[in-house]
């Protein structure tokens, strides 16, 4: 019986503590709720990037837009004005996401909208595009560094294709030529 009653009472204490304390773990757990996030000016391409292009990519729905919203995302980087917008057609919509879903390299295209976007509603033609490197690319990113330095370090263009070719070759154990 006794106990019985010392573990009712050291039962009841846990619990009581754990009832005290799990307000304050619960409010230090609450998820920050991110600032409101509207379209401004500066998220719009600030350079016409595209004079600087070949004007025969600029097909169907790869407008001049799309690609100075695209450069001017990679420019902006992670800052407060990244990603940056741009108007699409609804009827191009999708043709223009399955277009960003292809341009992959290290960096990833995707189509972009905050968490927190105030006022998505009156912006339902707007189009922002995000580019970011995937996790499991940066080890290899890291890992080649070396050779796109050194290769960027050669006079000639012919030196940085021999260079990569021996430089593949040596990864693969193949001798050099």
């Known amino acids: 019986m006794k106990n019985r009653k010392t573990l009712s009472l050291l039962l009841a204490g846990t619990m009581a503590a754990a009832l005290l304390t799990t307000p304050a773990q619960a409010a230090e ?8 996030y509207a379209i401004s000016a500066d998220h719009w391409s600030r350079e016409d990037f595209s004079q600087a292009a070949s004007p025969e ?13 695209i450069r001017q995302t990679m420019l902006d980087g992670a800052s407060d004005t990244s ?3 741009t108007m699409v057609d609804k009827e191009d919509y999708s043709a223009v996401k399955k277009l960003v879903g292809r341009m992959e390299g290290v960096l990833r295209y995707e189509h972009h909208v ?4 105030t006022d998505y509603w009156r912006h ?3 189009f922002a595009v995000s580019a ?3 996790e499991n690319y940066q080890t290899p ?20 294709v021999e260079y990569f ?6 990864l693969l154990g193949w001798p050099k030529r």
């Open 29 to 36: 757990q609450q998820p920050q709720t991110p600032a409101p």
């Open 57 to 69: 990519v600029f097909t169907g729905v790869y407008s001049r837009e799309l690609y100075n919203a």
């Open 165 to 170: 070719n021996d430089y593949i070759r040596t």
């Open 132 to 134: 970011e490197m995937p």
């Open 114 to 117: 905050p968490q927190n976007f």
């Open 124 to 126: 339902l033609d707007y």
């Open 83 to 85: 990603p940056a917008y």
């Open 141 to 160: 990113l890291d890992f080649v560094q070396p050779a796109l330095d050194h290769a960027g370090e050669l006079a000639t263009d012919r030196e940085r």
